[in-house]
């Protein structure tokens, strides 16, 4: 079983900068940063393979947000800039405990295997 723990959210004006951060109790391979606003279904923000090397983003933060990960510390990132009213949700992490290769990702809810309990981030006009 492996755990994770969000941290870094809050509440910011548009425009600001918010840095997430996620910490898994065990090995994990590629990692994702899903979000969840008031009414709405969960939905993919940005997910990273297993080496680092490879990233991917939804269209609505590509440019903004960057995901990154410290495989030493089993933990991943995701830097937020020039935040958005509409950004505001919160945000889980989540792992998968297999992967194809060193460099997939995946995007889909249902590839993994474990989530964090969440983070809220606001961003306030």
């Known amino acids: 079983q492996v755990q994770l723990a969000e941290s870094g959210g809050g509440l910011v004006q548009a425009g600001g900068s918010l840095r997430l951060s996620c910490a898994a109790s065990?090995?994990?391979?590629?990692m994702a940063w899903f979000r969840q606003a008031p009414g709405k279904e969960r939905e993919f923000v940005a997910a990273?393979?297993?080496?680092?090397?490879?990233?991917y983003y939804a269209d609505s933060v590509k440019g903004r947000f960057t995901i990154s990960r410290e495989n030493g510390k089993n933990t991943v990132y995701l830097q937020m800039n020039s935040l958005k009213p509409e950004d505001t949700a919160v945000y889980y992490c989540?792992?998968?405990?297999?992967?194809?290769?060193?460099?997939?990702?995946?995007?889909?809810?249902?590839?993994?295997?474990?989530w964090g309990q969440g983070t809220q981030v606001t961003a306030s006009s």
């Open positions: 065990g090995r994990t391979y590629p």
């Open positions: 990273i393979s297993w080496s680092g090397d490879i990233t």
């Open positions: 989540a792992a998968r405990l297999r992967s194809s290769s060193r460099n997939s990702v995946y995007t889909a809810y249902h590839a993994y295997d474990y």
